[in-house]
Every structure is written in structure tokens, then in C-alpha cells.
């Protein structure tokens, strides 16, 4: 609490003086430290709607230590007038004195003092004049009472030079507002990526560190001999129908296919072999050139495994994440179009433990270590699992993917050697995304009516936690 | 996935002991089915039509269970329970045995040729003996209709018809005849009908219309006579009432005319295996090793074992003695059973596949990533540090630009402040007929600035930034440069619209966003956008 007096005047100047008081002016005229006014100021402003103070910056000068010796001791140049006795003194005993470098030359430069060299003994310095006027400590007296204004900028840059004054800048008076903690800064103005992108990249990232290599998959059209027919899904299967698939009027048809191997899936399909009783019916080429938006990215895991097959066998493992389009019925959480993620390994003697092994290790990279698996079907695999976890939320166990044993009516017909086992699985993109980012209507996240803020303010993608 | 409607207390009777409803699931997950949902008619009604229309319907619980889609012969209670009771070593996998009749010979149906002009192919199949409870019954017509909705393929493909063998007498006729000459008196009637008169008659039926197409406009209709010209049916349509199954039939005759033999055998087993323990189709036997399973599967069983894990799966199976020979019976309910791997499947079902060790794939393999995608990623990191926010579209709707899409989901998110700055680098497709499906995807990259101005040189800015990231240089000729695009372009403003020429050859636009655009898309602000094709910069 400032002292009660110094407050008392500082109102009473207040109400006496018709546009304000200067706060450094009232220090200097009661003789008191600057902060005792400013802590003044404070506690007035505490009490209430009293009083209202403007901060205004200005230069603020002080004496440096050095300084303030002189203001108190006279400049070391007055001190060494005032040493010099009428028979003047050995210059050898001046400088001997504290003051006496630094003075000596500025006495001489202000033709205070003389030296004759001619004397026996050294040179030696007399008076040149009677008196002198210590303007320095006078200068320094001034600053010191607060009176800086009494001197020149030139003055005061000179006394700066020589250490003797400091300029100091008028923050230590002002009042600053404190910060409030407890709002958020300013955005940074910067893009985003879309949360479903950000959750490809990590599936991305972890089939590359898993060792698999990305499928081509820029292909959204595809004829229905790659999309069902290479796989095993006979014609006639309901998959194939309008209300699952989408068929495209331009291009209609595909017109281009490996003659031989069309050959081998055909007879496959309609007379077995390889194993096979097939499924006994007349495969159509009409039906297998017919061009559609595929349906999944096993089309194009097909088209590797042939080209794979026209080679020496090497054990390989492939992934893709594309879009595939299915023609079913739409709600909160299906659309026509989705993003599937695909893996599939071929090598010699794969078994449905290694399936099940390598869905552990995968899973494990997205955090989840709970898997079970149920017997499934596909057309095209044979064993098929379902893949489920324990959700710890849900407290029940969840789908999180589809797998299965590719069939031999597929894999022998492209030329695969026969104790080669392919094994595969699959899950969407989407539900991953919905559940890490908590949406709940998947038009929200793709397509034009995506919750735009929800992309602005999408966190990164950490999989595994 | 097939649903079954299954009343769970009659299942609980069949199967010999009650489940909790957690209990009935483990078992339907180890077995390879879903209890998708538990209900009762009256909740069913409810959902569909409301409360008051559901107060009379029944309240009894059901169990609607998945089926896989190539288990026909687990489409109804009998088969269900059949497949069950054996997994859990309850009942002996049945073994089916046509038998002939006590007295006389067979029965006979003869198939005249005038069917090949319409529905070529027909089987048939006697039950002799059943006795009908109303569920068993129901249970019956439930089978039949469940076959048609699936392997027949809304009965285009096969169509079932079932008899009162006591009301009939064969030899039965099997022909095609113009639907004028065609008249009877079909189910639920009381008089009468052309064939002619019925295909207008069932227009106005619910059920019978979606099947009428399948042979209205053929020159002649299937139809089946008994030796006294009474009509069975008229497939795939309707059967006639004369010969109607009711809960005292005692002998049934089964007849399944089709467009595909094969699938037709199938139905046919189904129907008599299902409600018989006797069946017209001995089974098939198939030898295989017992190493071959263990092989695929991962596990280490004796050949025995083997045998006993597939006689649960209703696949009867012995070691033959020869080495790790197995023989195993196929029976005909099994159609799903084409390859070894089919049998090897069961036998993992049987084991559990949770009690299978996990292995890992030995091969050492090293990852590459597509190159296009590669550059994709590196850029879109890239161009959200450029201050440009990423949106996702559908393909189905913009197929040849990008541009639509993102000016959607400006329209979308008008309320967001401005400026809007979007951008998307994403598949479009393209005709190619060098390609074999005869398109192709071409992959773009599309941004569009939204805001009070058209901010052309953001966007140019852009593409600036985006050509020195991929290292281009601007310069005419060995670099890239824009220029004056001409006025043909209908999407820009006219003398607003340069052409992105990179080392010669065009790759795109950029310019501002012509009005009309602008308001066909529901904007209200100017817009400025480019797009470019990024295959060139692989």
C-alpha cells in the first residue's frame, strides 16, 4: 500500500489540474522515486473509478553508476583542476591519482590546464585558468533530480558516450495488461488434408513396413472377366445383377483378354478341371466382356497374380487402397462408392495359420491385439474368415475385416504352380476413419457435403492408439 | 447373406436343449453363421406398418440367422438343425438312399420337345410317408420360397412345384403349349382360367407379377398334366389347385423345371433331403489324403482325427488304411462341395479355427511404392503447407474433372469463412481404346479459390509453387509457361483463361470461374481455379 500522504497530494494535483498531472513531473517536484507515484497511481486506481491514467512512453534517462559518482564527486576533469596546487604538479603524480588519466585529457581538451615539459623533473601541469564550472556534474545534477528535459538531445547523447547516462526505456512505469490464459491464441492460417487421405497414408505406411508392394490400381473401369469371372464368381451369381453392380453404356465392352487363360476360366467354370467339378453351366463370353465399375480391387489383385504367373514364380506380397463402387442400397453409413484396402501374400505353402499369423501382425500396427476368426464365405476363397477384435468400448466383439485362401479354380488357370498358396484380406477404409474421427454419417466425410470444420480441425492420424 | 426366420423355441426342441442367446452365438460363430437379429412377428409388423396393424400377430421369439450363400441345405429349421446336431456330435451325419417304392414301379415324367422353347429342363422326385405338422408345413412352402429367392434367381433359372401325390396319377406330361390352349383352375381359385386370362389376372398380384415376364411373351408356356389331364402347374407361374398340398397329405411329389440342369438337381436334393431321410441321388465319394489337409490348413492330425472332424461336418469320412487316405461321402445336401478345398475348409471349421497357431509368411520381400501414388503423397503435403485444404468427391459424379466436385463443396460449406482454398489430386476417367476395358484414369490435380475477389494470381501462385516443387522451371520451351487459352472455353471468363503448357505440351488450365458457372453451382462469390494432369511429371 503506497504511502497515504503521497497518495493525498497526487489527488489533490489531480483535481487542481485541469487536463491531468504528469506522473514523472510530480515525482520530480515532491522529491520522491518515480514508483512511489506509479504505486500511487495503482492503489488510487484500485479503490474504484477515481481516477483514470493514460500511459504515455517517453524517454526516461538515468545516471549509471559511474555517473552518479560524479554527480556526487565532481567530473574527474574538475577534480583534477581542483588538484593542481598555484605550483602546479608533476604530471607523473597526477596520474597517479584515481581520476587523473581520464581528467588530464579532458581538462586539457576544455583548456583548464597546461603542461610545460621544459620542467626539470618531468613535465608538469599548472592552471590555466582562474576557475571552472563543473558543467558535466551539473549537467548530471539535473538528470539526477529529473530534470532531463533541461538538456539537449546532443547533451544527452555526448553524457551517454561517456557512460555517464543511460537511456532507459519507459516500460518499467507501464502498466501492463495481464494475459488471459484462459483464451486460445490466434489460428495459424495454413491447409489441411482430409481425414480419410490422412488414414490411407498410415495404412499405407504400414503395408511398406510390412514388405508390400503397392498394386496399379488406376483403373475404375474393368470388365467383368477380371472382376468375377478370373476370380471364380460364376454368371448368374447375384453379385453380377444391376441392383449390385453398375454397368457402364460407353465403353460397354471390354475387347481385349489373354485368349488362353479366357479359355482355361471358361472350361473351369463350366466343366471343372483342376480339381474341379466347376460349376456345370454355359459361361458366356457376352457376360465377361460387359465393362463395369468395379466392384472391388481383388480385380486388380487378379490381373497381378496372372502376370505374376507368366514368370519364374517368386513369393510376392502386393496391397492397394482404392475406390470401388457398388450399387446398393445407401444409408448413414454406406455409400455407392468406398475405398477398399486389399492385401494378398503368394508364396509356396501358405497355411490359414500364416493368414491368421500375418492379419496379427497387421492388425497389432492399427493397435488391435484381440482377433478371432470366423468361418465365412466368399466365392473366390475357400477357407474364408471373418476377422473380429474386442472393442473395449462396446464390450463385444467386432467385425474389422473379411480373408480368405484364394480358390485353385483361380490361381491354377492363370499357370500359378500348384502348391503355391495365395491368401488375402480386406477391410474399408471408411469405417476406420469414421470410427478415429468419430463421425457418424459417413456424407460428412466424403463427398462435397464433408463437414469442412471437421477437416480443419481433424488431428493427426495415429492408428495404433 | 440368406436370412432364415427360425421360431427359436421349435429350434431349441429340435436341437434337444435351450441356449441363452449368448450361447446360441458362440455357437453360430464357430459353425460359420450369424444370428443377425432376435424379434418376434408382432415386432416385425410393428417396425413395418405400426403398432396397431402388429396387435394380432404373434409375439413368439424368432431367430433370424445368416447363412452363407452357397448352403442351401441351411435354409430351413430341418437342415439347420441336420448340420448342427452332427457338428456337435449330437446326431450321425446322415447317410441318403434312394429307395423304390413298395408297391409298383417308379414314377415317370415324361419331357415332350416343345419345352426347349421355353424352359427346357425338368426333374422329379417322389416323398413318400411325411407326415405335415402345420410348422413342418410352413416349414415346407418356407424352403421353396427361400430357393427361389436365391440359387433359382427369382425362379427364372428353376422353379419348384409340389404335389399331392394322392390326388394325381402318373405317368405325368412334362410339355409346351400357346397359352390359349392352356386352361384350369390354379391355386386358391374357384373357376377356371386361360393361361392367356392368368397373365392378366396376376398383374395385380404382389408375389405372382415379378415372374410373369419369364415366359409371357413366348410363343408357348410350360405346363404339366398328369396322366388324366389334370393340370399340376404351369411353371414357373402357379401350380393348380387341384393337386394343393394341406397338412394331411401323406405322399409328395416334387417338380422342378429349369433353365439350368444343374442348378435344378440341386433344388431337388435340397427339397427331398431337407423333409426326408431318404432321397433319389446316391452320394458321391471323394478320396483325399490326410496330409493335404494338414498341409493347407497348418495343423498336425492324425488321419483318424481328420475323419472324425469331417464326419461332424455331415461329410461321413473313414481312413480308408491305405497310408493317410481318407474316403469321404459327399452327400447331396452339400452342392457347395466342388473342390478338395471345400472339404479341407470343413475340417478347419471343425478343428476351431481359433485353435489354429498362428504362423508368419517366411518370404523376405521388399516394398515399392506405385510411383503415381508416391508423387500424389509428396504433393498433397506439399500443397496443404501452401494454405490449400483437401476435399474428397465421388468419382460416379465428376468422371472427366475435378472441378465439380470441389465447386460443390464450396456450395456445401458457404457458411465457412472466406476465403474458401481447396484442392483435390484424384483419379478422373478417360476413354483410351488402347486399353483393354477401353478407358483409363488419369490422375489431377484441382484447387479453387473462393473469396470476395477471383484471386487469379493466388492460383497462379499455386501453380507456381506447384511446378517448383516438382522442379520446372518457368521457362518457355524446357520449362513450363501459361498462355492466352482461346475464348472456346466455356468454364472461364473469357480473356481470363490460360492454357499450362510444360515442355511443349498442354496440361491443363487455369483462369477465373465464368459467371454462369459460378451460378449453375449455387456461388455467390468469384472464384478462380486450375486444374492439371500430373501423370507428365512422373
Not at chain 2, 452332427?86 to 446322415?94: D, G, I
Not at chain 2, 390352349?181 to 386370362?197: C, G, M, R, V, W
Request: glycine share 6%; net charge negative; hydrophobic share 40%.
Amino acid at each position: 500500500m503506497a504511502d497515504s500522504g503521497v497518495v493525498e497530494t497526487l489527488l489533490q494535483r489531480i483535481e487542481k489540474a485541469d487536463d491531468g498531472v504528469d506522473s514523472l513531473n510530480v515525482a520530480a517536484s515532491l522529491g520522491v522515486d518515480h514508483q512511489v507515484i506509479v504505486g500511487a497511481v495503482k492503489s488510487l486506481q484500485a479503490l474504484g473509478d477515481i481516477i483514470s491514467a493514460d500511459l504515455r512512453s517517453s524517454k526516461h534517462w538515468e545516471l549509471t553508476v559511474e555517473g552518479s559518482e560524479i554527480a556526487e564527486q565532481g567530473s574527474h576533469e574538475a577534480r583534477v583542476f581542483s588538484s593542481i596546487p598555484l605550483e602546479g604538479l608533476a604530471q607523473s603524480e597526477l596520474m597517479k591519482l584515481s581520476f587523473g588519466k581520464i581528467g588530464f585529457s579532458k581538462a586539457m581538451s576544455n583548456k583548464w590546464i597546461r603542461v610545460d615539459k621544459t620542467q626539470e623533473g618531468g613535465p608538469r601541469i599548472f592552471r590555466a585558468v582562474e576557475n571552472i564550472e563543473d558543467q558535466v556534474r551539473e549537467k548530471l545534477l539535473q538528470v539526477q533530480k529529473g530534470n532531463f528535459s533541461q538538456l539537449d538531445e546532443k547533451e544527452k547523447n555526448e553524457l551517454k558516450k561517456r557512460k555517464l547516462l543511460s537511456e532507459v526505456g519507459s516500460w518499467k512505469e507501464k502498466k501492463f495488461k495481464p494475459y488471459n490464459f484462459e483464451a486460445m491464441g490466434v489460428a495459424p492460417d495454413c491447409g489441411h488434408l482430409h481425414p480419410l487421405m490422412k488414414v490411407r497414408t498410415q495404412f499405407r505406411q504400414i503395408f511398406l513396413e510390412m514388405g508390400f508392394t503397392e498394386m496399379p490400381t488406376n483403373n475404375f473401369i474393368e470388365s467383368s472377366f477380371w472382376n468375377f469371372d478370373s476370380l471364380f464368381q460364376p454368371q448368374q451369381h447375384p453379385a453380377r445383377d444391376q441392383h449390385d453392380t453398375f454397368f457402364l453404356s460407353d465403353p460397354a465392352l471390354a475387347h481385349e483378354f489373354p485368349q488362353d487363360y479366357l479359355e482355361r476360366v471358361k472350361k473351369v467354370h463350366s466343366e471343372g478341371g483342376f480339381g474341379s467339378q466347376g460349376y456345370k453351366y454355359d459361361w458366356k463370353i457376352e457376360e465377361a466382356q460387359k465393362n463395369i465399375l468395379r466392384t472391388h480391387t481383388t480385380a486388380v489383385s487378379a490381373r497381378m497374380l496372372y502376370k505374376l504367373a507368366q514368370q519364374k514364380f517368386t513369393p510376392v506380397k502386393y496391397f492397394s487402397i482404392d475406390r470401388v463402387f457398388r450399387n446398393e442400397t445407401l444409408d448413414a453409413t454406406h455409400l455407392a462408392e468406398f475405398h477398399q484396402i486389399e492385401g494378398v501374400v503368394a508364396d509356396y505353402g501358405l497355411t490359414l495359420g500364416d493368414l491368421m499369423g500375418i492379419l496379427h501382425q497387421f492388425f497389432t500396427k492399427l493397435g488391435i491385439t484381440k482377433l478371432r476368426f470366423k468361418p465365412a464365405y466368399n466365392p473366390y476363397t475357400e477357407p474364408s474368415m471373418e476377422v473380429f477384435s474386442y472393442h473395449e468400448g462396446l464390450k463385444k466383439w467386432v467385425e474389422v475385416g473379411n480373408s480368405g485362401v484364394f480358390r485353385p479354380e483361380m490361381l491354377l488357370p492363370m499357370g500359378l504352380p500348384e502348391d503355391v498358396s495365395v491368401i488375402a484380406w480386406g477391410l474399408s477404409l471408411e469405417r476406420p476413419t469414421m470410427i478415429k474421427y468419430g463421425i457418424n454419417n459417413i456424407r460428412e466425410l466424403v463427398g462435397h457435403k464433408v463437414n469442412l470444420q471437421m477437416v480443419y480441425d481433424g488431428p493427426i492420424c495415429r492408428l495404433d492408439s | 447373406m440368406p436370412t432364415v426366420g427360425i421360431k427359436r423355441d421349435l429350434l431349441f426342441k429340435a436341437l434337444g436343449r435351450t441356449y441363452t442367446d449368448e450361447e446360441f452365438d458362440e455357437l453360430c460363430f464357430e459353425f460359420g453363421l450369424e444370428l443377425d437379429e432376435i424379434t418376434s412377428e408382432k415386432e416385425i409388423v410393428s417396425r413395418e406398418q405400426g403398432d396397431t396393424k402388429a396387435s394380432d400377430a404373434s409375439d413368439v421369439i424368432l431367430y433370424k440367422i445368416d447363412v452363407p450363400a452357397n448352403r442351401y441345405d441351411l435354409l430351413c429349421l430341418e437342415g439347420l438343425v441336420r448340420g448342427l446336431q452332427v457338428f456337435k456330435n449330437k446326431l450321425e451325419a446322415p447317410r441318403y438312399r434312394r429307395i423304390s417304392p413298395v408297391n409298383g414301379d417308379p414314377q415317370k415324367l415324361i419331357i415332350t420337345k416343345e419345352t426347349a422353347a421355353v424352359r427346357p429342363f425338368a426333374v422329379a422326385a417322389v416323398l413318400r410317408n411325411i407326415t405335415f405338422t402345420q410348422e413342418r408345413y410352413d416349414s415346407f412352402i418356407e424352403l421353396q420360397e427361400k430357393l427361389h429367392q436365391n440359387i433359382c434367381r427369382k425362379r427364372s433359372l428353376v422353379a419348384i412345384g409340389t404335389h399331392d401325390l394322392d390326388t394325381i396319377s402318373g405317368p405325368f406330361t412334362y410339355t409346351a403349349k400357346p397359352p390359349g390352349d392352356i386352361s384350369f383352375k390354379p391355386l386358391n381359385q374357384t373357376k377356371e382360367y386361360t393361361a392367356t386370362e392368368l397373365m392378366s389376372l396376376y398383374k395385380t398380384d404382389s408375389h405372382l407379377r415379378h415372374y410373369l415376364h419369364i415366359i409371357e411373351d413366348k410363343p408357348v408356356y410350360p405346363i404339366i398334366y398328369d396322366s388324366n389331364g389334370i393340370v399340376l402347374s404351369m411353371p414357373p407361374i402357379i401350380n393348380g389347385d387341384h393337386s394343393k398340398i394341406t397338412l394331411q397329405t401323406k405322399n409328395v411329389f416334387i417338380e422342378c423345371t429349369a433353365t439350368d440342369l444343374t442348378k435344378a438337381k440341386i433344388v431337388l436334393d435340397m427339397m427331398v433331403t431337407m423333409f426326408s431321410e431318404y432321397c433319389s441321388q446316391p452320394f458321391t465319394k471323394e478320396k483325399l489324403s490326410g496330409e493335404f489337409i494338414n498341409r493347407k490348413v497348418g495343423i498336425n492330425e492324425s488321419t483318424e482325427k481328420i475323419a472324425q472332424l469331417l464326419t461332424r461336418m455331415c461329410l461321413l469320412s473313414r481312413a480308408t488304411g491305405v497310408g493317410d487316405e481318407i474316403e469321404v461321402e459327399i452327400p447331396p445336401t452339400r452342392s457347395d462341395v466342388i473342390h478338395a478345398c471345400d472339404i479341407m475348409e470343413d475340417a478347419a471349421i471343425a478343428y476351431g479355427f481359433n485353435n489354429i497357431t498362428r504362423t508368419t509368411p517366411r518370404a523376405y520381400t521388399v516394398a515399392n511404392q506405385f510411383p503415381l501414388n508416391k508423387l500424389t503423397e509428396l504433393l498433397r503435403q506439399d500443397l496443404a503447407a501452401a494454405g490449400f485444404t483437401e476435399a474428397l468427391n465421388f468419382a460416379l459424379v465428376a468422371r472427366t474433372t475435378l472441378l465439380p466436385g470441389l465447386l460443390k463443396t464450396i456450395a456445401a460449406n458457404r457458411k465457412m469463412p472466406l476465403p474458401l482454398k481447396l484442392f483435390e489430386v484424384s483419379d478422373v476417367v478417360l476413354k483410351d481404346e488402347t486399353k483393354d476395358v477401353g478407358a483409363r484414369n488419369s490422375r489431377r490435380f484441382c484447387a479453387v479459390y473462393y473469396n470476395k475477389s477471383p484471386g487469379f494470381e493466388v492460383i497462379h501462385g499455386l501453380l507456381d509453387r506447384t511446378m517448383q516443387l516438382l522442379e520446372v522451371k518457368s521457362a518457355r520451351g524446357e520449362g513450363y509457361h501459361i498462355q492466352a487459352a482461346d475464348g472456346k472455353n466455356s468454364t472461364f471468363f473469357p480473356g481470363r483463361c490460360a492454357e499450362i503448357i510444360v515442355r511443349g505440351k498442354t496440361v491443363g488450365r487455369l483462369g477465373v470461374l465464368h459467371p454462369d458457372v459460378i451460378n449453375r453451382f449455387e456461388l455467390t462469390m468469384p472464384c478462380s481455379a486450375m486444374e492439371i494432369d500430373i501423370e507428365p511429371f512422373l
